[in-house]
């Protein structure tokens, strides 16, 4: 299938596209290994072009602000997202997504880029996707790009989402995860069941799934559900597990925090770069990183230039 819109969860992404390089190149040079990622990236960019998107299609790539509500999240969670804050991140590693998304500037005249201060590239989804949803319908449709739970909120008749293993719709995702992908019943799932890609516990661990998914299908909000079992509680009728969530109140709070949005009343315009096609720069950035990018030739012979630029 092509879709109109292609929505990348760009740091998870080019977090991939990192670890897999630091793999293969863990005998090598540091900068091997950032340059490998960099490739890496776009030959992941370029694969879904050929295969989701026509000539038309607009790619956005949504970027996190690892200065930002990462940092306030990890205030009420040091673990929350370690990987991907700007201070537990391996050396190098933002310094060379800086270089990538230079070069996605100047790749293709249908990529945008979109980075708001203040926010992680999560909370950016809703309020993009509210830019252009009345264009979307059965045969012009979006499709969000992210490992992370979280863009499976996004799902509509009209948007899918794909986690790198499947492509979820709203029919798909009912009968892999047995609830429906609603904003409220994902944030419920995460703050009862955690998230390992975050780094947000799980606060009923060892609950049999059964447990979690009737309390899934019984409650539509994590309001709901701690006003019940209050009400549960005091006519001494919970069940196990129902005290351990009353028990385990302050954490599940806690996680249904790092999961919320963010709600962003902004100007998306703003805070949205269009990149522009253009040849000369882009053989600058192949020159430089010795790779080959969107068509442009190897030039080996320049390159040693790379330890100078990551420098």
Not at 33 to 61: D, G, N, Q
Not at 105 to 118: A, P
Not at 163 to 168: A, H, L, Q, S, T
Not at 306 to 311: S, T
Request: proline share 3%; charged share 30%; hydrophobic share 35%.
């Amino acid at each position: 299938m092509k879709y109109k819109y292609l929505i990348f969860d760009a740091t998870n992404l080019f977090w991939r596209c990192f670890t897999i390089s630091l793999k293969k190149s863990i005998f090598e040079l540091k900068e091997q290994v950032f340059l490998a990622a960099i490739e890496e990236f776009f030959s992941k960019i370029e694969k879904f072009r050929s295969t989701y998107a026509s000539k038309s299609t607009k790619f956005y790539f949504l970027f996190d602000n690892p200065n930002s509500v990462i940092n306030f999240r990890k205030e009420l969670d040091e673990n929350y997202k370690s990987i991907r804050s700007k201070k537990d991140a391996p050396a190098g590693f933002y310094d060379t997504l800086s270089k990538a998304k230079e070069v996605l500037k100047v790749y293709s005249d249908n990529f945008f880029i979109l980075t708001i201060k203040g926010a992680e590239a999560d909370d950016s989804t809703y309020p993009l996707i509210k830019t252009f949803e009345k264009e979307l319908d059965d045969f012009n449709r979006c499709l969000c790009i992210s490992a992370d739970l979280d863009w499976a909120r996004n799902i509509t008749e009209n948007i899918d989402w794909f986690n790198f293993k499947e492509i979820y719709n709203i029919p798909n995702f009912k009968e892999e995860y047995n609830f429906p992908p609603t904003a409220e019943k994902i944030k419920l799932y995460k703050s009862l069941h955690g998230d390992i890609s975050d780094n947000i516990p799980n606060v009923l661990s060892h609950a049999p799934k059964k447990i979690i998914l009737d309390i899934l299908n019984t409650y539509d909000s994590l309001v709901d559900l701690l006003k019940d079992l209050d009400q549960k509680f005091k006519q001494k009728k919970c069940t196990k597990w129902e005290l351990r969530i009353l028990e385990n109140r302050d954490a599940i709070n806690k996680n249904y925090t790092l999961v919320d949005f963010v709600h962003l009343n902004i100007n998306l315009n703003q805070y949205i770069c269009k990149c522009k096609y253009d040849d000369y720069q882009l053989k600058f950035w192949s020159d430089i990183f010795g790779l080959k990018l969107n068509n442009c030739d190897l030039n080996k012979a320049n390159f040693q230039n790379a330890k100078e630029f990551f420098k």
